[in-house]
């Protein structure tokens, strides 16, 4: 078992925070949804971008939350899986300023992004 230091635990809270909204809430309302969409495949067509975008951004998206958690025995997965993220978050922050979302729909991104680079500050 690994030991579960801060940047352990951040790792867990960002790779289970992604597998839920990826997995279980992707068709599910959220208030954080960009646009006027419902959906997370609707959010995407918010930002205009293409529908292949849906399937690469998601794809990324869980294989790094599985390589975060696998980075809890293997480390050197841990700074690909980050680097992955961060420049997604970056990408959804930006995605919500382009719609001109108010601030607070952007604040999972962003608290996703200050976990991430927590992780590897902490490492």
Do not use: C
């Not at 801060?6 to 790779?15: F, M, S, T």
């Not at 597998?19 to 609707?42: D, I, K, P």
């Amino acid at each position: 078992m690994p030991t579960l230091t801060i940047a352990a635990v951040l790792q867990l809270i960002v790779a289970l925070g992604l597998l839920n909204v990826w997995l279980l809430r992707r068709g599910m309302f959220s208030a954080y949804r960009g646009g006027q969409a419902t959906t997370l495949r609707e959010e995407f067509a918010a930002y205009g971008l293409p529908e292949a975008a849906f399937f690469v951004v998601g794809g990324l998206k869980i294989t790094a939350a599985l390589m975060l958690i696998a980075g809890l025995w293997v480390p050197a997965l841990v700074l690909p899986a980050a680097i992955v993220i961060i420049a997604l978050m970056l990408g959804a922050l930006a995605m919500h300023v382009k719609v001109g979302d108010p601030i607070h729909r952007s604040m999972p991104a962003f608290a996703v992004l200050v976990m991430t680079t927590a992780v590897l500050l902490l490492r």
